[in-house]
């Protein structure tokens, strides 16, 4: 073990002082160092940077508390009080990126004795300075300073208006006909002999998958996509105006040029393309299935010349059990939660080489579990499982920095947030916890930087899914799952089963890629001009993206998470598949556990975090530059 320690988290009577104490001591010493750096800056050029780290690593610890606490500590004290701690975190960093006395002593830097890791920090730090408005007179920095607090306030409340948004349905027994009995005992009746299921994850998925009174579906479907409206409508044609005044103050068309820049595909009008050639690769594919599916719906409903989405995951399902034998209920079965997460840790463990120690130590929630990550005999890292909903918690699947780790000083610490239930699993909920997990080990691995702001997933954001992705692949292989997957008897899945569930999973992923493009093309064209009638837009656009028509009466963008978080750059899941495709093709079938390319993926991928272009890092894997090929083949198979 190393001599770092990770942080003592507070119990719940502290954690209401604690948080706010914590994240106002980090903004404090960062104060004080920013005063120093401008009154007295060091002469040597090495210097200067570590001064200018120090303050990232003071105001990133505080964020990391801020941005955790805000979404899952049980207490509504404690998360407003995390929230504003963060906007006074936000608003001080906004005026330190303006800041030009700080700004001319970086930019005075002679980089000619610096190495190639301190010479790209210094870069990424001078051209984020000129995105936050530095160069731009008195007048136009101080309305950008404001907007970026307007902003920060309008996504918080974007974000509470889901979180806090849980609707629900309430119906008699009857009308919950083919659900798993292991559900229907964790919904009893009410003393009004009525069943209340709600639009959270473990109620609404297994719900609109195996319920058969379409009425059931539709009103639960009607209730998912209308989560947070009316209020959310508002708030974000509020978040729309402000970024786009914010693009156009810093001289860019659009916000989505502006978000663009910095990411690997470069400006919008390459998001469009790109866009429009998944949607075209996906054509053939997604028409071929969906008509297998409207053919199996008009079996039940004769008249029916379409299908919505109210039936789209219920009749997949039926198309996967009758015409691949694949029966979600059966393979459910074989994926208890408790075995599937020491599954997860066991494979990831052997696969890169390290190891996962439970730690008894105090968290927000008796739900967390805690882990130290261990390599090679030292602790590099600390995780949290809090993998269960709960009110006020994030409603979602994402993984979210406690802590960004720097060499010598400071371990990574890392969040995994999930909805999942305490019993049985849907196999593709397995694969989202791989994928989430993914970004958990990328940010404990990448964890070992000098610079704060390369360290774990920092790289360009259209390539941090790609890790992520990839390691769904592992949820997916017989070998794999028969180490943790058991049903109540003890007996492994079949391998024939696992090769029936990746053929049925096959099946949709055309008319579920041009699904994608639709959400993609939403998040990217109401930040490319002003629109009235943001329900009209995603009915527009969801007629020429997805091959499924759009449910009257919802108001699907109001739940849509991504159009804060992601902005104009939803595109980046499918672009990251991509790459995830094809640094895929580099592992044998036969064996995912291969040392010597899992070791390689780890070294060139993972542990640089984002101190090397994300281009750079998967060409350091493969040997070449990534191509659309694996993609393209996996698509027309």
Known sequence: ?????????????????????????????????????????????????????????????????????????????????????????????????????????????????????????????????????????????????????????????????????????????????????????AHPAGDDGLVTVTTDYPDSIPLITFCSDASTRMSMTLERLNVAWPANDAVLQRILELRAEHAGLLGYDTWADYDAEVKMIGNASAIGEFIDKITDAAADSAQRDKAVLLQRFQQDVPEATDISSADLTYYSELVRKEQYAVDAQLVRTYFTF????QGLLDVTGRLFGIGFEPVDVVTWHEDVAAYDVVRDGDRIGRIYLDLHPRDGKYKHAAQFDLRGGVRGRQLPEGVLMCNFGRGLMEHDEVVTLFHEFGHLIHHVLGGDQEWITFAGVATEWDFVEAPSQMLEEWAWDADVLATFATDEHGETIPAGLVAKMRRADDFGKGFQARTQMFYAALSLNIHLRRYDDLTAVVRDLQARYSVFPYVPDTHFHCAFGHLDGYSSGYYTYMWSLVIAKDMFSAFSADDLFDAEVAGRYRDTVLVPGGSKDAADLVADFLGRPYTFDAYAAWLAE
């Not at 408790?338 to 997460?341: A, F, G, I, L, Q």
Request: net charge negative.
């Open 1 to 185: 073990m190393t001599d770092l320690e990770p942080q003592t988290l507070p119990t719940a009577d502290e954690a209401l002082d604690w948080v706010s104490r914590t994240c106002d001591g980090g903004l404090d010493r960062a104060r004080t160092l920013v005063a120093d750096f401008k009154q007295a800056p060091p002469a040597a050029a090495l210097d200067v940077l570590h001064a200018w780290n120090d303050i990232h690593v003071a105001l990133g610890d505080a964020a990391g508390i801020a941005g955790v606490y805000s979404e899952a500590d049980p207490s509504g004290d404690v998360r407003d009080a995390a929230e504003k701690a963060m906007q006074r975190l936000d608003a001080f960093s906004t005026e330190l990126g303006m800041d030009r006395e700080v700004f001319a002593v970086l930019d005075a830097v002679d980089e000619s004795g610096l190495d190639g890791t301190a010479r790209r920090f210094l870069e990424r730090t001078l051209r984020d300075f000129r995105r936050s408005g530095v160069d731009q007179d008195d007048a136009t920095r101080a309305r950008l300073t404001e907007l970026a607090e307007l902003e920060l306030k309008a996504s918080q409340e974007h974000s509470k208006n889901i979180r806090e948004g849980v609707r629900s349905i309430t119906v008699p027994p009857e009308a919950l006909a083919g659900m798993p009995q292991d559900w229907l005992d």
């Open 338 to 341: 408790e075995k599937v997460r």
